[in-house]
């Protein structure tokens, strides 16, 4: 049980701290600054993504895939326009699962800015059932009862992505791709494009008489002028094999990568930082994330780099589709 407390120093309220139930132990403040499996097996896996579908609308594996820095940038699927493009479509084959569940694998993240730039921060307690700072901070905001922790609150809820392991067909060669996106609770996101797509034309995920789907992309810009991305539609093409090589298809379909090797998950002490308005700092001494004073002195004030793979996705800002 956590519980808020302001911290008073020289007589004045400075913050509002967490504690824990005896009231010893100073877990992190809140800095209101910061804006901050797989579905039951069913008979085919058009009723599997559609159970799942339906699910959302109403309403891992712990070994780990050695793979470099270099390599993992090209693991990430991206729908987003280069800066040199209005406009342009992208092409992409989902993959068939080899048990025929749901491609769609859903995992919960935090959507909240680290040093001035958006990230999308795995949930470990809506995803594994463990502790996560974020989502402490969230649910003591909305126990209040509020209007204003309540908005402040949507700045720690985690939202439900979808993660999808994809061939992307202008860069083969990369091999398996993860193509991650929102689930839209006003039904408009890109699983309501797929979804029509499956009903009508079949599973567009079988390896010899699937679709390849056709993404269009254009740009839009927000009430203050900033430039973004939007999937337009998604179109299909006609049936086909997944490859003409029976050798490259096998190895496509088989490939034990999964999304939870290119797709980081952070430690609760990175968590903590963010949760109190910190930039964790990987420190190489301790061999963990430090923020705060620990940092100053650890680091001595040195500035270092917190990220050296950034998921082309990362700077992304949250959408407002939540009912909240």
């Given at each position: ?16 701290f967490?504690f824990d ?13 910061v ?5 039951f ?21 712990n ?19 280069q ?12 993959l ?50 509020k ?34 996106f ?12 797929i ?24 740009r ?6 900033k ?24 190895g ?15 430690p ?51 959408s ?5």
């Amino acid at each position: 049980m956590i519980t808020f407390h302001n911290y008073i120093f020289e007589g004045r309220i400075i913050f509002p701290f967490l504690f824990d139930k005896n009231k010893t132990s100073l877990i992190f403040f809140i800095d209101k600054r910061v804006k901050t499996k797989k579905l039951f097996m069913a008979n085919s896996v058009l009723d599997s993504v559609l159970a799942q579908y339906e699910k959302n609308s109403t309403s891992s594996n712990n070994t780990k895939t050695n793979i470099s820095q270099e390599d993992r940038l090209k693991k990430y699927f991206s729908a987003i326009l280069q800066k040199n493009e209005k406009s342009a479509s992208r092409r992409i084959r989902i993959l068939p699962t080899k048990d025929g569940s749901s491609p769609f694998v859903e995992v919960w993240y935090h959507e909240i800015q680290v040093n001035g730039q958006w990230v999308k921060l795995y949930d470990p307690e809506k995803n594994d059932n463990e502790r996560s700072p974020l989502t402490e901070v969230y649910n003591e905001l909305i126990s209040t009862g509020k209007k204003e922790d309540k908005e402040l609150a949507s700045q720690y809820r985690s939202r439900l992505f979808y993660i999808v392991k994809v061939i992307d067909r202008d860069n083969e060669q990369d091999g398996v791709k993860f193509w991650r996106f929102k689930h839209n609770y006003k039904q408009e996101g890109v699983l309501d494009k797929i979804l029509p797509i499956w009903k009508a034309k079949g599973d567009v995920t079988d390896a010899e008489k699937g679709r390849d789907l056709i993404i269009e992309l254009t740009r839009a810009k927000t009430p203050q002028g900033k430039e973004y991305t939007v999937i337009q539609t998604i179109m299909y093409d006609d049936p086909q094999v997944l490859h003409k090589d029976k050798e490259i298809m096998e190895g496509w379909i088989q490939d034990e990568l999964t999304w939870s090797d290119v797709y980081s998950k952070k430690p609760v002490e990175y968590l903590e930082a963010v949760a109190v308005g910190e930039t964790p700092i990987w420190s190489s001494e301790l061999k963990k994330y430090i923020y705060g004073e620990e940092a100053e002195v650890s680091l001595g004030g040195a500035k270092q780099e917190i990220n050296s793979v950034i998921d082309p996705q990362a700077d992304e800002e949250p959408s407002e589709d939540l009912p909240f």
